[in-house]
């Protein structure tokens, strides 16, 4: 009996159901030239797109760089779409009865792979994160820099690279600091004693703000004042011209911000280690949501 049949029970040679395309059928050939191309088209648009992003206009760079993931699944649809009919006779009844036992077998296999290839699906369509986002993910803050269908790869400001599966994406909140714009929000932190004049703080670090080489003047300038019972707590907020220099530019307003409430005579405060919590906590984050 030929591997492609599968005979019914009763013998009955019209309820056979011919799954697989007979060995003489089977176009060998064009099997390997679909799967040579595909291949070939997803290492083109792997190095293709973000060679052109990078000698891009910076607004052009975060619209180049999120195509990839969608034409790497556009070329992979494609070819599945392709190959299928050159294995199998495409009847409606083969297709649902072939898909139906894939589908078990891959489940119970593979259940977390296919979560999270199927959450990396709807992030392509709902764009929780981009390359050239900055996202904070269970913890991890960085710079996204590729999107596959199964995971994000993420390079933190330690320049460490990490590979976050799309499956977080069910039970994970995801914080997004620049949601596809070049700039973001920065935060300088500033604790002082409370016998000072805030006003005069105020006006001293926003100007301060204003005469950084990186900040973005078309975005807003905010000096946000809290009381404490160990002290005063200032935050300026501001934007600099691009995300990748936040670090520069919050390391800028801190320096200057000191040394412009030490002309003001302003001293600083120690705020109490119970307070303070995690001393890294600033370094992972210095966007404020």
């Not at 409430?261 to 600083?268: H, K, Q, Y």
Request: glycine share 6%; charged share 20%; with cysteine.
């Amino acid at each position: 009996m030929p591997f492609s049949r599968v005979v019914l029970a009763n013998g009955d040679d019209s309820g056979v159901l011919r799954f697989l395309r007979n060995a003489e059928d089977i176009r060998l050939l064009r099997i390997v030239i679909i799967v040579a191309a595909a291949a070939l088209l997803i290492a083109l648009v792997k190095r293709a797109l973000p060679w052109l992003a990078a000698r891009a206009p910076s607004r052009l760079r975060l619209s180049i760089l999120p195509s990839v993931p969608v034409l790497r699944l556009v070329v992979l649809v494609v070819a599945v779409v392709l190959l299928v009919p050159e294995v199998v006779n495409p009847t409606f009844r083969n297709l649902v009865a072939i898909l139906g036992a894939i589908g078990l077998a891959v489940g119970f296999a593979l259940k977390d792979y296919i979560s999270s290839l199927l959450a990396g699906i709807v992030a392509i369509y709902e764009r929780p994160y981009r390359p050239g986002d900055w996202v904070e993910i269970d913890g991890t803050y960085g710079e996204v820099t590729s999107v596959g269908l199964r995971a994000l790869t993420v390079v933190t400001p330690n320049d460490d690279v990490v590979m976050i599966p799309h499956g977080t994406l069910w039970d994970t909140n995801i914080y997004n600091a620049n949601r596809g714009r070049r700039d973001l929000m920065c935060v300088a932190d500033f604790y002082l004693h409370p016998r000072h004049d805030a006003a005069a703080v105020r006006r001293t670090l926003r100007d301060v703000a204003l005469t950084s080489p990186y900040t973005r003047l078309q975005r807003p300038i905010a000096v946000i004042v809290s009381e404490t019972p160990w002290g005063t707590h200032y935050r300026l907020k501001a934007y600099p011209f691009d995300g990748r220099d936040q670090f520069q530019f919050t390391s800028d307003l801190t320096v200057r911000g000191k040394a412009a409430l030490a002309r003001l005579g302003a001293e600083p405060v120690v705020v109490p280690a119970a307070v303070r919590g995690d001393p890294e906590a600033g370094e992972k984050r210095s966007t404020d949501r």
